[in-house]
Every structure is written in C-alpha cells, then in structure tokens.
C-alpha cells in the first residue's frame, strides 16, 4: 500500500511562514485524486486543497485562498502549501490523503481511503 509523507509543520509565530509537503512513498502510486486536509483541536477534518492528477487541476478552499499558495509535480506527485501571514486559527493537524479514483464531492474526507499520519502547525499569538 502507498504511504503518504507529509512534511514541513513545526511551531512558529504569527506572521510567519511555513512550507507543508505531501509525498507518497512505497509501491507506485497510481491514485488520481491528492489532498489536504486540516484538523483543528475539537473540530472536524476540513478541506483545504485537492488535486486531480489526471487533469492536473487543483481545487482550492475558498477559506484559505489568497493566503496559502499551492505547488504540484505531476511527475513525482507531490503537493505542497505555502502557507504566509500565519494565524492562531491556523494551528491544526495538516493531513495529505489519496484515493484510487477521482470524487465530484472531493471536499469530504470520507472520499479519500488513504492518509498520512499528518503534520502539526501550532502558531502562536
């Protein structure tokens, strides 16, 4: 089975920035459809971003556009947030998950039978 890397969380400052990576590793990866999403302490898994690959398109939250920019390599399937300006409210575990097949409801997790085990961004006030 494929498993999923994610990258770059840490504990920075308002304002700061960080990078966040998503990279699968194992067998091949063949799933169409990569994603982030983001949990916060007592809350659900929210989306942030998916992609298809078949396409190589993007879909981006309206919640995070404008702040986080996103970059993909169709070639080694990897996603990455840049995430700039960060808030408190920011703070969260960032996951990157895939599935075998592209979902018009790309925005649930409930679409998407692999994750990562996730990477925690606490920013502080």
């Known amino acids: 089975q494929v498993q999923l890397v994610e990258s770059g969380g840490g504990l920075v400052q308002a304002g700061d920035s960080l990078r966040l990576s998503c990279a699968p590793s194992?067998?091949?990866?063949?799933?169409?459809?990569m994603a982030w999403f983001l949990q916060a302490p007592g809350k659900e898994r929210e989306f942030v971003a998916a992609?298809?690959?078949?396409?190589?398109?993007?879909y981006i939250a309206d919640s995070v556009k404008g702040r986080f920019t996103f970059s993909k390599d169709r070639a080694k399937k990897t996603v990455s947030i840049q995430m700039n300006n960060l808030k408190p409210e920011d703070t969260a575990i960032y996951y990157c998950?895939?599935?075998?097949?592209?979902?018009?409801?790309?925005?649930?997790?409930?679409?998407?039978?692999?994750w990562g085990q996730g990477t925690q961004v606490t920013v502080s006030s």
């Open positions: 194992g067998r091949t990866f063949t799933e169409n459809a």
């Open positions: 998950a895939s599935h075998l097949h592209w979902s018009v409801a790309y925005y649930d997790a409930d679409e998407y039978q692999n």
């Open positions: 992609v298809r690959w078949e396409l190589n398109r993007i």
